[in-house]
C-alpha cells in the first residue's frame, strides 16, 4: 500500500507566478480565459479548472473570490525552473527551505488547516515521495469548505 504524505508551508505570494491570485474574481478568470467552467457528472456541480488543466482546480469563496488553487500530476507548477508536479519531495526540500517556512508540526490534517489564521498556506501531497497534488489555500478570511474541491 501507498504511504501518503502531506507538508505544510507558510506561504509567500512573491516565490509563485500561477497567473491567478487569491484576490482574482471568478467573473474576470472566466472572462479572461484563464479558467473554464466544466460540469461534473460525478459531483453533479460546476468546477473551475485552469487552461490546459494548469491549475488543475480552483475555488471560491462566497465573494466568488478565489480561495484555493490545486495542482494535480498533469498539471504545471514550478519555483526556480523546477516543475514540483510528479517530482520526489526530497529534490525539492533545498528550494522549499529557501522559499518557504515549514509549518507541519502546527497542522497535522487537510482539516486542521481550517483553524490556521497566521499566513495563507501551500500544501504538498505526496505518494510514495511523488508529489501528486499542491494547494495554495487562502486561510482567512474563508468559510470552512471553500478549499474543499
Same mark, same amino acid.
Given at each position: 500500500?501507498?504511504?501518503?504524505?502531506?507538508?505544510?508551508f507558510? *506561504?509567500?505570494? =512573491?516565490? +509563485?507566478?500561477?497567473? $491567478?491570485?487569491? !484576490?482574482d @474574481? /471568478?467573473?474576470? *478568470?472566466?472572462? =479572461?480565459? +484563464?479558467?473554464?467552467? $466544466?460540469?461534473? !457528472?460525478? @459531483? /453533479?456541480?460546476?468546477?473551475?479548472?485552469?487552461?490546459?488543466?494548469?491549475?488543475?482546480?480552483?475555488?471560491?469563496?462566497?465573494?466568488?473570490?478565489?480561495?484555493?488553487?490545486?495542482?494535480?500530476?498533469?498539471?504545471?507548477?514550478?519555483?526556480?525552473?523546477?516543475?514540483?508536479?510528479?517530482?520526489?519531495?526530497?529534490?525539492l526540500?533545498?528550494?522549499?527551505?529557501?522559499?518557504?517556512?515549514?509549518?507541519?508540526?502546527?497542522?497535522?490534517?487537510?482539516?486542521?488547516?481550517?483553524?490556521?489564521?497566521?499566513?495563507?498556506?501551500?500544501?504538498?501531497?505526496?505518494?510514495?515521495?511523488?508529489?501528486?497534488?499542491?494547494?495554495?489555500?487562502?486561510?482567512?478570511?474563508?468559510?470552512?469548505?471553500?478549499?474543499?474541491?
Open positions: 500500500m501507498s504511504k501518503i504524505d502531506k507538508w505544510y507558510k *506561504l509567500n505570494p =512573491s516565490a +509563485l507566478n500561477t497567473g $491567478i491570485s487569491f !484576490s @474574481s /471568478k467573473e474576470n *478568470l472566466i472572462q =479572461s480565459g +484563464l479558467i473554464s467552467k $466544466i460540469w461534473d !457528472s460525478d @459531483s /453533479k456541480k460546476f468546477i473551475f479548472t485552469g487552461k490546459n488543466g494548469t491549475p488543475w482546480r480552483i475555488g471560491f469563496n462566497p465573494d466568488e473570490q478565489v480561495s484555493a488553487i490545486w495542482f494535480n500530476r498533469e498539471s504545471h507548477f514550478q519555483i526556480d525552473n523546477v516543475n514540483f508536479c510528479c517530482a520526489k519531495y526530497p529534490d526540500i533545498l528550494i522549499l527551505e529557501r522559499y518557504f517556512v515549514d509549518i507541519t508540526d502546527e497542522i497535522k490534517s487537510m482539516g486542521e488547516n481550517w483553524s490556521y489564521e497566521e499566513s495563507d498556506i501551500l500544501c504538498i501531497i505526496c505518494r510514495d515521495f511523488f508529489v501528486t497534488l499542491i494547494a495554495l489555500l487562502k486561510t482567512s478570511p474563508r468559510t470552512k469548505d471553500e478549499n474543499n474541491i
